[in-house]
């Protein structure tokens, strides 16, 4: 038997049973017995400057691992202020614990200082939530939420633990089972659909790719790779499955989508048969549903049955884990490939030229200028810095789909973004969750001037811990991903979009201790990229782009995806 310790003690031996090795938070009145107890342990906390950015360095850290994250928080104000990390999680179906203080038991429901029904608050932005009622039940169910957040389709799980909880006394029983009647993780696939599937791919003209967030969730690049390459069939990654498949694979088409290539929507509009890995058939990515894909037969593959068949109707659902399903998907095509000398042969050959000539009909073009910075340029030279290799933690907006466009990942793990909910202020603490995480990697943190300045305060746990990371913000003196659409929707008439303040970059960084510059030239951008990559701490490098580009290819809300808009409308020239 343990020796007596209290919950908070207990909390830290759960968490140190779990593999944490670091958590990110920010603590107040009910959390004391926590902290108090943390004070002398050896799992580190990293205090954050805001509870919502303790939840993002949290995805950070998983979505650059596939480990779960975890992050803490106090009751009332700093649990609501979770919320938005969560859903992002939720949306995005990343693995992360959330601890959540809570006023004592007694004085639940009398309306107490700092108390926020959490529970209810967070019911439906997680996967599941717990409210500890004793101190015997605090193991269980910490080890539980583990066990759920990284199980079949991951996802956030909170804990609510009332400081009676924290400095109850007890001893610590090893959790040897998790057993959940009712929760169920179909990870197998059925053979006979799978078989199906097999048949269906071979007897396919124009079979096409389409893989997301779940490849990456699932570990199963090699098993995609192998796939492609056994049927040679080409392939797009969504904007959450970037680096599933290395970019530089020659079967590697593009991301799809609002923001996606020609070639990759195309693709998807002309295929007879769609292989869809991992993904939910976002809207994002189809466009409007009832012309989405409009010829092929669907083999959905995923972890969640409720996906399939959510949006659109699968002719082969295969409910289970991508990685075992690709694996025994792999084995049955090796078996059943059949010899080829028949039309199959050509029209597949015609296939492939058809996707290249889209490919080299409209290419995803470099745009630069010899006066100003153009936020494609920009990308570029983040992508020629990080060689496929790096991690790009971005916020969200234009200089997001311009990332997904032109920097390449050879790697999953390595792009972290906020895909579903499309939080603005993710990507600065998701680059310190990402930096913590993997130390040994160049961390790009590419924030838009509107989205830094609203996780601004996280320069301060940048500066305090010495993450180097490489701090990017596009400025482009708007929220230009708004910005945009008032332009192309609304008539160009700006309204609350402008950002007629920013902070001079080098002061900024250097009242917390680091350097920081800004440049607007284009023959600037190379050289002081370099010089941030070189610098051994954080550096903030403040590049003025361009403030009127907008992003295309760009399909137009409610459109069907082959109805781009592929570059902005050209003057009509005037006859003299
Ligand atoms: C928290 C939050 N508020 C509002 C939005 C709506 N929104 C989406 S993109 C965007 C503009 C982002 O501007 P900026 O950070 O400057 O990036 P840019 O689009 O210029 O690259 C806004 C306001 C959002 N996604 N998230």
Redesign the pocket.
């Known amino acids: 038997m343990s020796s007596l310790m209290n919950g908070a003690k207990m909390l830290l031996e759960c968490l140190a049973r779990e593999g944490v090795d670091c958590f990110f938070g920010y603590p107040g009145g009910v959390t004391l017995p926590f902290y108090d107890a943390l004070y002398d342990h050896h799992i580190r906390h990293v205090l954050v400057r805001h509870e919502e950015n303790a939840c993002f360095a949290a995805e950070g850290y998983a979505r650059a691992t596939g480990k779960v994250g975890v992050c803490c928080a106090t009751s009332g104000p700093g649990a609501t202020n979770l919320v938005?990390g969560l859903v992002d999680a939720m949306m995005d179906s990343i693995p992360v614990v959330a601890l959540t203080g809570q006023v004592t038991s007694k004085l639940i429901g009398s309306d107490a200082f700092q108390e926020a029904d959490t529970f209810g608050i967070t019911r439906s932005c997680t996967k599941h939530n717990y409210l500890v009622k004793s101190l015997e039940d605090l193991p269980q169910v910490v080890h539980e939420a583990f066990y759920i957040a990284a199980s079949g389709r991951p996802g956030p799980v909170l804990v609510d633990i009332p400081k009676d909880v924290f400095q109850a006394q007890g001893h610590y029983a090893p959790v040897t089972s998790i057993h959940l009647p009712g929760y169920k993780v179909f990870t197998e696939g059925h053979t006979g659909q799978i078989r199906r599937a097999a048949q269906l791919i071979w007897e396919s003209e124009r079979p096409f790719v389409y893989a997301g967030g779940g490849i990456i969730a699932a570990n199963a690049s090699d098993e995609l790779r192998e796939l492609v390459e056994r049927i040679d069939a080409p392939a797009v990654t969504t904007l959450m499955g970037l680096g599933g498949l290395p970019a530089n694979h020659p079967n590697f088409v593009s991301m799809p989508g609002m923001h996606g290539s020609y070639a990759a929507n195309m693709g998807m509009t002309h295929c007879d048969v769609l292989i869809a890995l991992g993904v939910r058939f976002d809207d994002r990515v189809t466009g409007r549903l009832a012309a989405f894909a409009p010829h092929a037969k669907v083999i959905h593959v995923d972890i969640d049955p409720a996906e399939i068949g959510k949006n659109r109707a699968a002719d082969v659902p295969i409910v289970g884990d991508v990685k075992r399903v690709l694996t025994k998907l792999n084995k049955v095509l090796a078996e059943t490939r059949p010899e080829r000398k028949d039309r199959l042969t050509d029209a597949r050959q015609e296939w492939w030229a058809q996707i290249r000539a889209w490919k080299t009909e409209h290419p995803l073009a470099p745009v630069t200028s010899d006066s100003e910075i153009k936020p494609q340029h920009l990308m570029m030279e983040i992508d020629r810095l990080s060689a496929g290799e790096a991690i790009v933690a971005s916020?969200?907006?234009?200089?997001?789909m311009w990332a997904a466009q032109f920097i390449r990942f050879h790697a999953p793990r390595l792009w972290i973004n906020s895909g579903g909910l499309?939080?603005?202020?993710f990507g600065l603490p998701s680059a310190i969750g990402a930096q913590f995480a993997r130390p040994d990697k160049l961390v790009f943190a590419l924030?838009?001037?509107?989205?830094?300045q609203?996780s601004i305060p996280e320069l301060a746990t940048i500066a305090a811990y010495g993450l180097p990371i490489k701090i990017v913000v596009?400025n482009?003196g708007?929220?230009?991903?708004?910005r945009q659409w008032q332009e192309l929707f609304y008539n160009n008439r700006l309204s609350a979009v402008e950002?007629d303040c920013f902070p001079d970059a080098e002061k900024l960084a250097g009242a917390y201790g680091f350097r920081g510059r800004t440049i607007d030239k284009p023959w600037e951008l190379a050289a002081a990229l370099e010089e941030a990559v070189r610098e051994p701490g954080p550096y903030l490098l403040n590049v003025k782009v361009s403030p009127f580009e907008n992003v295309y290819p760009m399909v137009p809300a409610g459109g069907a995806i082959n109805e781009m808009v592929l570059a902005p409308p050209q003057p009509v020239a005037v006859p003299k």
Do not use: I, P, R, S
């Not at 924030?447 to 830094?452: E, I, L, M, N």
């Open positions: 938005t916020d969200v907006g234009q200089h997001q499309g939080a603005m202020g924030v838009g001037d509107g989205g830094f609203m596009m482009n708007y929220l230009g991903m708004v950002l």
